[in-house]
């Protein structure tokens, strides 16, 4: 049965709201979700979007790191290093701080968390065609790829592109002026590819034609839109994304161990040619293709594959050495991840690793991709450890974790940069103490709750409409 777009589940919100008083349409409409009554949770619940919850939970996990570092590379340059290397004369950074040790660091290691976002993406679009392959089920298996190949772009870059004009509103207004000076990190590049036009259809054409650059897939190279550097990760997303179903496709009729070993190609392939993006998301299609064949346990749940793959004694639950070798796994996954972006050659605890880096690979995101992959393997086949990401906050913030991260910049420039210097007004920044505290409390009590409350309204008024109008349209022009 087809499902009917209704306009959004927003609109339907502003109808059935409108019949209360005024005052309470408007409360109960700027109210967070998780404050909500049960007809916000069923929908919550509809738009799941990931098979796997705790896959669910860690990507929410690295959607919140990311701001983390952002943030804090706005204001300083140590997230880049590691512990124990000495930059005090060229950057006044003595690197001696407790955070800046291998697992510590990972609470703002943002660049690693890029990779545990493609390695994610690359698991759950392959997990359902992978199953519907092992089952035999051809025709369901053409129909869930060429849904996903339609979707995948209207999915990426409708709410991008809202975001984007919601920015040119913000700087036509001059909304991004308040902190413009503590510009100084992302931006250093060209201080005025955030300027103010005349008119508010000049803005909005300037942010568009930076916008079309995300479109590009025909160039490879990593692009930064001028309106917010950090959605240069879209355009990966969907080229690489694009690069699963169509592999998918491919080796959708092979057998179970030729296509391991044709996939294990394409990964080496890639690898040799230092393409790590689409290392990642071929890695966790890999991961996927592995768990299912294999019948480990994957989204908490049993696969039944039919009578060709039949259930193995002792494979349904989990064991001591599962439990102790994916800890393993994860342990070391986590310590590669937090390989420092800049000097990793002499940063304690990395500097033999660093003489491992292939020469065509940048070394942070070899390490980094690695230790992703390492996490997320022992995250989807040791239940123990994918209990961890399941308790109902890191369900939450995965599930607003892509409107987090396309608003969180706007957050940075319109909330962070003003309140943050407002606080050291109070708390002074003679000594690192008060700088320290004014910068927690300015982040804690009032960045991250307008975070938080932004992303959950950009991701009910904005993403799941443009969910839901993406379903419609494909219901609308497919034949069956």
Same mark, same amino acid.
């Given at each position: 049965?087809?499902?009917?777009?209704?306009?959004?589940?927003?609109?339907?919100?502003?109808?059935?709201?409108? $019949?209360?008083?005024?005052?309470?349409?408007?409360?109960?409409?700027?109210?967070?979700?998780?404050?909500?009554?049960?007809?916000?949770?069923?929908?919550?619940?509809?738009?799941?979007?990931?098979?796997?919850?705790?896959?669910?939970?860690?990507?929410?996990?690295?959607?919140?790191? !990311?701001?983390?570092?952002?943030?804090?590379?706005?204001?300083?340059?140590?997230?880049?290093?590691?512990?124990?290397?000495?930059?005090?004369?060229?950057?006044?950074?003595?690197?001696?701080?407790?955070?800046?040790?291998?697992?510590?660091? *990972?609470?703002?290691?943002? %660049?690693?968390?890029?990779?545990?976002?493609?390695?994610?993406?690359?698991?759950?679009?392959? *997990?359902?065609?992978?199953?519907?392959?092992?089952?035999?089920?051809?025709?369901?298996?053409?129909?869930?790829?060429?849904?996903?190949?339609?979707?995948?772009?209207? $999915?990426?870059?409708?709410?991008?592109?809202?975001?984007?004009?919601?920015?040119?509103?913000?700087?036509?207004?001059?909304?991004?002026?308040?902190?413009?000076?503590?510009?100084?990190?992302?931006?250093?590049?060209?201080?005025?590819?955030?300027?103010?036009?005349?008119?508010?259809?000049?803005?909005?054409?300037?942010?568009?034609?930076?916008?079309?650059? *995300?479109?590009?897939?025909?160039?490879?190279?990593?692009?930064?839109?001028?309106?917010?550097?950090?959605?240069?990760?879209?355009?990966?997303?969907?080229?690489?994304?694009?690069?699963?179903?169509?592999?998918?496709?491919?080796?959708?009729?092979?057998?179970?161990?030729?296509?391991?070993?044709?996939?294990?190609?394409?990964?080496?392939?890639?690898?040799?040619?230092?393409?790590?993006?689409?290392?990642?998301? *071929?890695?966790?299609?890999?991961?996927?293709?592995?768990?299912?064949?294999?019948?480990?346990?994957?989204?908490?749940?049993?696969?039944?594959?039919?009578?060709?793959?039949?259930? $193995?004694?002792?494979?349904?639950?989990?064991?001591?050495?599962?439990?102790?070798?994916?800890?393993?796994?994860?342990?070391?996954?986590?310590?590669?991840?937090?390989?420092?972006?800049?000097?990793?050659?002499?940063?304690?605890?990395?500097?033999?690793?660093?003489?491992?880096?292939?020469?065509?690979?940048?070394?942070?995101?070899?390490?980094?991709?690695?230790?992703?992959?390492?996490?997320?393997?022992?995250?989807?086949?040791?239940?123990?450890?994918?209990?961890?990401?399941?308790?109902?906050?890191?369900?939450?913030?995965?599930?607003?974790?892509?409107?987090?991260?396309?608003?969180? %910049?706007?957050?940075?420039?319109?909330?962070?940069?003003?309140?943050?210097?407002?606080?050291?007004?109070?708390?002074?920044?003679?000594?690192?103490?008060? $700088?320290?505290?004014?910068?927690?409390?300015?982040?804690?009590?009032?960045?991250?709750?307008?975070? !938080?409350?932004?992303?959950?309204?950009?991701?009910?008024? !904005?993403?799941?409409?443009? %969910?839901?109008?993406?379903?419609?349209?494909?219901?609308?022009?497919?034949?069956?």
């Amino acid at each position: 049965m087809r499902r009917r777009w209704d306009f959004g589940w927003a609109i339907k919100d502003l109808v059935h709201y409108a $019949r209360a008083p005024t005052y309470w349409t408007i409360w109960k409409l700027l109210l967070p979700s998780f404050l909500h009554g049960p007809s916000i949770h069923e929908r919550e619940k509809r738009h799941k979007g990931i098979s796997n919850s705790s896959l669910q939970g860690l990507r929410g996990i690295a959607a919140a790191i !990311v701001f983390h570092r952002h943030l804090l590379m706005s204001f300083s340059k140590f997230p880049d290093y590691g512990h124990g290397v000495d930059k005090t004369i060229e950057l006044g950074l003595a690197n001696r701080w407790i955070h800046q040790l291998p697992f510590l660091r *990972l609470i703002y290691s943002g %660049g690693a968390m890029v990779q545990i976002f493609f390695i994610v993406s690359g698991y759950t679009q392959s *997990l359902k065609p992978l199953q519907l392959m092992q089952r035999e089920q051809w025709d369901a298996v053409h129909k869930s790829l060429s849904s996903a190949i339609f979707r995948r772009g209207f $999915r990426l870059f409708l709410p991008t592109l809202a975001a984007a004009m919601l920015i040119a509103v913000s700087v036509w207004l001059g909304m991004y002026e308040w902190g413009s000076k503590f510009r100084n990190t992302w931006f250093e590049e060209d201080p005025n590819q955030l300027s103010r036009e005349r008119t508010l259809s000049s803005q909005a054409w300037v942010t568009f034609q930076s916008f079309k650059g *995300l479109l590009d897939v025909w160039n490879w190279d990593e692009y930064s839109p001028h309106f917010n550097p950090h959605m240069w990760t879209i355009a990966v997303e969907f080229r690489c994304s694009l690069a699963v179903q169509f592999t998918l496709l491919g080796l959708s009729m092979a057998q179970p161990v030729p296509r391991v070993m044709i996939l294990t190609g394409m990964i080496w392939y890639c690898h040799d040619h230092g393409r790590w993006d689409c290392v990642c998301f *071929l890695g966790g299609l890999f991961l996927a293709n592995i768990n299912v064949t294999c019948r480990l346990r994957t989204g908490g749940e049993t696969c039944h594959l039919g009578p060709r793959y039949p259930a $193995r004694p002792g494979w349904e639950g989990g064991s001591k050495v599962k439990t102790i070798l994916g800890s393993v796994v994860f342990l070391a996954g986590l310590y590669l991840m937090g390989y420092p972006k800049k000097d990793g050659l002499y940063t304690p605890g990395y500097r033999k690793m660093a003489s491992y880096t292939p020469d065509n690979w940048v070394d942070h995101r070899f390490w980094s991709a690695w230790g992703a992959f390492f996490v997320v393997a022992s995250i989807t086949n040791a239940p123990v450890l994918a209990c961890l990401f399941e308790n109902s906050l890191f369900q939450y913030l995965g599930k607003i974790s892509y409107a987090m991260y396309l608003v969180h %910049g706007p957050v940075l420039h319109m909330i962070a940069f003003v309140f943050v210097p407002m606080a050291w007004l109070v708390t002074g920044k003679e000594n690192i103490v008060y $700088r320290v505290l004014g910068f927690e409390v300015a982040t804690c009590f009032v960045t991250i709750p307008i975070l !938080v409350w932004t992303a959950d309204l950009f991701w009910r008024f !904005v993403d799941v409409p443009c %969910g839901d109008f993406t379903f419609w349209l494909k219901t609308k022009i497919w034949v069956a």
